[in-house]
């Protein structure tokens, strides 16, 4: 299968590293990336794992986000500026038929020695 970050790539040899162990990541675009295919694949023991814990979704919040992600059509993702501890980004999505694009600068920070997702702006 490819990969929901990158068609170039097959899952295996992208975001599957990730996924299956955190501290494989090296760069803050990675950990970014596998964010993203984590939301199209709904793996959110990852989407909480690769997230600050200050600024982690509550249970609440994650059950929405989990009601969300499954509900919309992943398109595909475009990095546009990426650096040492920032990713700008587009997510492209069918939401209710309608194409919507989420653009977001977000930023990250190493906490228990692996990268992770601090906000967004
Ligand atoms: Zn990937």
Redesign the pocket.
């Known amino acids: 299968m490819k ?4 068609t170039l ?1 097959l ?1 295996n040899d ?3 590293k ?1 996924h299956q162990n955190i501290h494989s990541v090296a760069t803050a675009e ?1 950990l970014m ?2 964010r ?2 984590a939301f199209v694949m709904a793996n959110i023991e990852y989407l909480q794992k690769s997230h600050h814990s200050s600024t982690r979704p509550s249970n609440i919040e994650i059950k929405e986000i989990l009601t969300w992600t499954k509900s919309v059509e992943w398109v595909k993702l475009e990095v546009l500026e990426s650096s040492e501890n920032y990713v700008e980004f587009k997510a492209y999505f069918y939401e209710n038929g309608a194409l919507n694009i989420i653009q977001e600068n977000s930023f990250f920070e190493k906490e228990n020695n692996h990268w992770v997702y601090k906000n967004g702006i």
């Open positions: 990969c929901p970050c990158n790539k899952y992208c975001c599957k990730a990675i990336r596998s993203y295919s």
